[in-house]
């Protein structure tokens, strides 16, 4: 299986130079690519392909001769990516959805490159790139496995090495144990062994603060450096949020992969849900679909499993006798008037999901 490795980069003030130039000329050649497709395919009915435009690298060389000094590969996987645009854009509408046809890309939105087969080593502390140079690198844990690609990114005035590693599955011992988790916006999540993880509410919590840098960034004259300066201040702060949130969810779905051998979550509709104005900032802090894609990818190199469930009822249904209790939002308690069982609601919805997954 493949897994990612990021590690945060620190080049010198050349280095940084370097991997900027690169940036757009991969920007520049994926536009010129786009509108190429879309002139060949106006002009003459033809839809241009991955093999049809790489092959046309040798003569983008001779009239732009800034393409030279990037590395040859990481041109081709511009052409690559565009491709891979094309045939995702082609199964949408294939698919009856909301199509999305491939976009040019400002500079804002194009902000990594990759080597997709070489050209690249670690060396120590060190990663060589092609045309760039012997990057110092923090190397905050081993690399393990075969690494098959490097993708460069820069994000929000840092820099990070991204290294696509093949590595065998780590299985953990056998464990018969399942658990049911039910997912809330006042707890974070609920087991059905009666184990409650807070929802930090990182987004909240920094609320007043963005809301002054924002300010700040509107006041501002748009194209002034001042502005620039503004919007980098505000994407940090956005950045260290989103990056709290991913460090809880990565605790909590590692403790429940190494505990039980079989995890059950509702299938939620999150973006649905998200359409709920009242309740869409608190589920979009909470972070469900991260915390559920975290633990299924760890239980799959654990030899875990993890099963998603019809949520229709989960919190109205009595887990001991299975009768219909209606409840409200507000509602934080069971209580089943048939069968006199009483349970936090979070839990008996819980107890709910293990059953639906195991039955």
């Not at 940036?23 to 033809?46: D, M, P, S, V």
């Not at 995702?88 to 490159?113: H, I, L, N, T």
Request: charged fraction near 30%.
């Amino acid at each position: 299986m493949l897994i990612a490795y990021k590690y945060r980069l620190y080049p010198n003030r050349e280095q940084r130079k370097a991997i900027v130039f690169t940036l757009e000329r991969c920007r520049l050649l994926y536009n010129r690519l786009l509108a190429e497709r879309i002139h060949t395919y106006q002009n003459e009915g033809k839809s241009l392909n991955y093999y049809d435009q790489a092959n046309t690298f040798s003569e983008r060389k001779m009239a732009i001769p800034a393409l030279k000094q990037v590395h040859s590969q990481v041109l081709q996987d511009v052409a690559k990516r565009l491709d891979k645009a094309f045939q995702a854009f082609y199964r949408r509408v294939k698919g009856g959805e909301k199509p999305g046809f491939p976009r040019f890309k400002p500079a804002s939105q194009y902000d990594s490159f990759t080597y997709p087969q070489g050209r690249y080593k670690l060396d120590g502390k060190k990663l060589k790139l092609s045309k760039i140079g012997d990057v110092r690198m923090k190397l905050h844990r081993p690399l393990e496995g075969k690494v098959k690609t490097c993708t460069i990114i820069q994000k929000n005035g840092k820099y990070y090495a991204c290294l696509s590693a093949e590595i065998g599955t780590k299985q953990l011992p056998y464990c018969a144990d399942a658990v049911g988790v039910d997912l809330g916006v006042r707890t974070l999540a609920v087991t059905s062994d009666g184990e409650h993880f807070k929802s930090p509410a990182y987004l909240r919590a920094s609320e007043k603060r963005l809301k002054r840098l924002q300010r700040s960034v509107s006041r501002k004259k748009k194209g002034s450096n001042r502005r620039k300066k503004a919007v980098h201040v505000l994407a940090r702060l956005h950045e260290h949020v989103a990056n709290q949130r991913k460090d809880y969810n990565h605790k909590v779905s590692r403790g429940l992969v190494n505990r039980y051998g079989l995890i059950a979550f509702e299938d939620l509709n999150v973006l649905g849900m998200t359409k709920n104005h009242n309740l869409a900032k608190s589920i979009a802090d909470s972070g469900w679909s991260q915390l559920v894609s975290f633990t299924t990818y760890k239980a799959e190199s654990a030899g875990r499993v993890v099963k998603q469930v019809d949520p229709r009822n989960t919190s109205q249904l009595c887990s001991s006798c299975g009768v219909v209790v209606k409840k409200l939002l507000k509602d934080r308690k069971h209580h089943c008037l048939c069968c006199g069982y009483i349970a936090d609601r979070d839990e008996n919805a819980a107890v709910n999901i293990l059953k639906r997954a195991t039955a």
